[in-house]
């Protein structure tokens, strides 16, 4: 194996803590392998893949408010289709009452009892 791979700077993937020896390895110690190990399965993996199907949920929830054409759809019409507010993947802050949520590619702004201007980003149109 070349040399110069050996000296490539390498930090382990858990805890970050600069590793040498094999050009493959990973991790600094078997604790933080399996640490990391753990993290992608087991209940941490679960409560990621609880969110992650909100997120989902949420997605399709707004995709058929922008199908059905209804400019600015009542909040209690969409928790009743299995939308839930409080799960977002982007939030920006532009002014008070024009604030912009994101969930994936799609964008829309809020009232109290409304979501309005249901649109594809348009950077990832
Ligand atoms: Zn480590």
């Given at each position: 194996m070349n040399?110069q791979l050996?000296?490539?700077?390498?930090?382990?993937?858990?805890?970050?803590?600069?590793?040498?020896?094999?050009?493959?390895?990973?991790?600094?110690?078997?604790?933080?392998?399996?640490?990391?190990?753990?993290?992608?399965?087991?209940?941490?993996?679960?409560?990621?893949?609880?969110?992650?199907?909100?997120?989902?949920?949420?997605?399709?929830?707004?995709?058929?408010?922008?199908?059905?054409?209804?400019?600015?759809?009542?909040?209690?019409?969409?928790?009743?289709?299995?939308?839930?507010?409080?799960?977002?993947?982007?939030?920006?802050?532009?002014?008070?009452?024009?604030?912009?949520?994101?969930?994936?590619?799609?964008?829309?702004?809020?009232?109290?009892?409304?979501?309005?201007?249901?649109?594809?980003?348009?950077?990832?149109?």
């Amino acid at each position: 194996m070349n040399d110069q791979l050996h000296k490539e700077e390498r930090v382990c993937l858990n805890c970050g803590t600069p590793i040498t020896g094999r050009v493959d390895k990973r991790f600094c110690s078997i604790r933080c392998k399996n640490e990391w190990n753990n993290s992608m399965s087991g209940p941490e993996k679960r409560r990621r893949n609880s969110v992650f199907n909100i997120l989902i949920k949420n997605y399709h929830v707004l995709e058929m408010a922008m199908e059905s054409g209804e400019r600015a759809p009542e909040l209690t019409v969409l928790a009743a289709a299995g939308f839930r507010e409080e799960y977002v993947t982007g939030f920006r802050r532009i002014r008070r009452g024009r604030d912009e949520y994101r969930c994936f590619d799609i964008c829309y702004n809020k009232t109290e009892a409304r979501l309005y201007n249901i649109r594809r980003a348009p950077e990832m149109a």
